[in-house]
């Protein structure tokens, strides 16, 4: 599959449901980890190409595009791989990283947008949201941390946040990393077993599953109600890490293929600056 055929493989359409989903699946691609893996570095390669282009513009003055990778999901489904091995294979001074934890004091006497609003990705960048503004209403619906008029409100906010940020340049690619609760239960316990790994646990992550249910009927909420034509929503399978981030990758490079960012022209005589640097 070339990059835009990823895209619509994982789109969330009309009729999706979560619950259709095998995490254990790669939709679309028929090879193993091996290939998985020979793919993702040759696809590091275009990746880092494009992404260069984007920041050159920047630098430049002429960009107009940016990228927004918007990751969520349940606790160690892989959003730090993603960051590591798929983000983190291009110039980091092109990457701006925001990782969304419990609002401060500060945040909540704003609107739940706000501080969200603050971390956009300037024309010329890949902004990567770890965690979002959808911990808003999933989270948020599922602990009830809010009234439900608020959770509902909050649906047709991000949706016209999302639409004004699109409007001004910025490409959003919205992934769920799926994983299955049995496989979730052994990488929890894999960070149980590693002292290396125990800085990864929180023993909160055990008290979410218990209400695993609640949450996967959120995030259905959300995809029927925030995957929009400007802004959709793709869920990839994450049981197989290799998969998820070959997926993710591919998401990234249809984005940026779509923005086309060119090489900066010259403001500046080559021929004479040749010259006048021989003469130095």
Known sequence: MNAHQWTETLRVGDGFRLDDVDAESTPGYHGHKADGARDLAEGLVALNDLQERLFAESRTGTAT???????????????????????????????????????????????????????????????????????????????????????????????????????????IVKVMLHISPEEQKSRLMERLERPDKHWKYNPG???ERLVWPEYMRAYQT????????????????ANRKWYARLAVQELLLAALEDIDPQWPVADFDVEVEKKRLAAS
């Open 205 to 207: 992550d055990v008290d």
């Open 65 to 171: 595009d940016a990228v927004l990778l918007v990751l969520q999901a349940m606790d160690s489904a892989g959003k730090g791989g993603i960051v590591r091995h798929v983000v983190g294979g291009v110039d980091p001074q092109g990457v701006s990283l925001a990782a969304f934890k419990a609002p401060t004091d500060e945040e909540r006497a704003h609107d739940f947008l706000w501080r969200i609003e603050k971390r956009l990705p300037e024309p010329g960048f890949i902004g990567v949201f770890d965690r979002s503004h959808y911990e808003d209403v999933l989270i948020g619906r599922v602990r009830a941390l809010a009234p439900p008029e608020e959770i509902e409100r909050r649906y047709d906010a991000i949706n016209a946040f999302e639409a004004d940020a699109a409007a001004s340049g910025i490409r």
């Open 222 to 237: 959300v995809f029927e109600r925030t995957s929009t034509e400007i802004a959709p929503w793709h869920v990839v399978p």
